[in-house]
């Protein structure tokens, strides 16, 4: 079962590393969705950068990707373990993209694809509490959404769900923030030496 178990999580990294803003934008607007924008091969670069319909596909696609690989794990009879693991490999696969030279996009909507399947009550209702900020802090995405997914672990732990289902979004939801990071420090980095006049 171990051998057909990590078939699975490469199947997951490689379902998530499945470009879909990148193809999106290529077809809808003829343009390389990493050189628009914030750079972000996700959802919401699409949504601003390409039109509000690309953007929602993308998104869809996205979500997608994380919900089947985990479905796909529990269909084939993975213990929670490796479910749990192939959650994780499809996140990977979408931050780290092997079809675009593992550059990536942050991984929220591939995450919170993984989090419907294993927590989905928690989830809708974490997404439900990250709606509700958005609307009282006039529409600052980064903060309803780090508000409403952070919320998810502790739902899950009132909920009294197993120990490694309601920890999980603690291993899984700081990767967002730390592609985010790495993003803008890469952004900087290309701002300085365009302002030194290193590159075009």
């Known amino acids: 079962m171990t051998g057909q178990a990590w078939l699975y999580a490469v199947f997951a990294y490689l379902l998530g590393s499945f470009p879909s803003a990148y193809v999106v934008g290529r077809m809808v607007g003829k343009i390389d969705i990493r050189c628009i924008g ?22 869809a ?12 794990a529990r269909r084939v009879g993975l213990d929670d373990l490796w479910v749990l693991i192939v959650g994780g490999a499809v996140v990977l696969g979408h931050d780290f993209m092997l079809f675009l030279g593992f550059q990536g996009g942050q991984g929220m909507a591939t995450t919170i694809g993984v989090l419907l399947v294993i927590l989905p ?6 997404l439900c509490i990250a709606a509700l900020v958005w609307l009282l802090s ?10 409403g997914l ?3 672990p502790m739902l899950a732990w009132i909920t009294d769900e197993p120990s490694e289902r309601a920890l999980y979004p603690v291993a899984v939801l ?3 923030g730390m592609r985010k990071l790495m993003q803008m420090r890469a952004a900087q980095r290309v701002s300085a030496l365009q302002d030194n006049g290193f590159t075009d």
């Open 138 to 147: 006039k529409r600052r995405f980064n903060l309803s959404m780090a508000i």
């Open 61 to 72: 696609i996205d979500i997608a990707k994380g919900s089947v690989a985990v479905l796909v």
């Open 174 to 176: 700081p990767i967002i």
């Open 121 to 126: 009550l928690q989830t809708c209702t974490g």
């Open 38 to 59: 914030d750079g972000n091969i996700g959802a919401r670069n699409t949504f601003f950068q390409v039109g509000r319909w690309a953007g929602i596909a993308v998104g």
């Open 150 to 152: 952070g919320a998810v």
